[in-house]
């Protein structure tokens, strides 16, 4: 599997930030719930890094 393989998966993307100070990227998908914390910064780099896909993905000619 890679990123451009397709899957019929329903999942749940949460962000918000945690009582400790880090930024949580909660997904659930069935009975799987995978939390993932950054600090700040790496917050940061991971929306650069969206956003910089996303224009990307507008370049995609389909």
């Given at each position: 599997?890679?990123?451009n393989t397709e899957r019929d998966v329903e999942?749940?993307?949460?962000?918000?930030?945690?009582d400790q100070g880090m930024v949580r990227l909660?997904?659930?998908?069935?009975?799987?719930?995978?939390?993932?914390?950054?600090?700040?910064?790496?917050?940061?780099?991971?929306?650069?890094?969206?956003?910089?896909?996303?224009?990307?993905?507008?370049?995609?000619?389909?």
């Amino acid at each position: 599997m890679g990123i451009n393989t397709e899957r019929d998966v329903e999942a749940n993307l949460q962000i918000g930030p945690t009582d400790q100070g880090m930024v949580r990227l909660f997904i659930t998908a069935g009975p799987a719930e995978i939390p993932m914390d950054f600090d700040p910064d790496e917050a940061r780099d991971i929306a650069e890094e969206l956003l910089a896909a996303a224009k990307a993905a507008e370049l995609v000619k389909n």
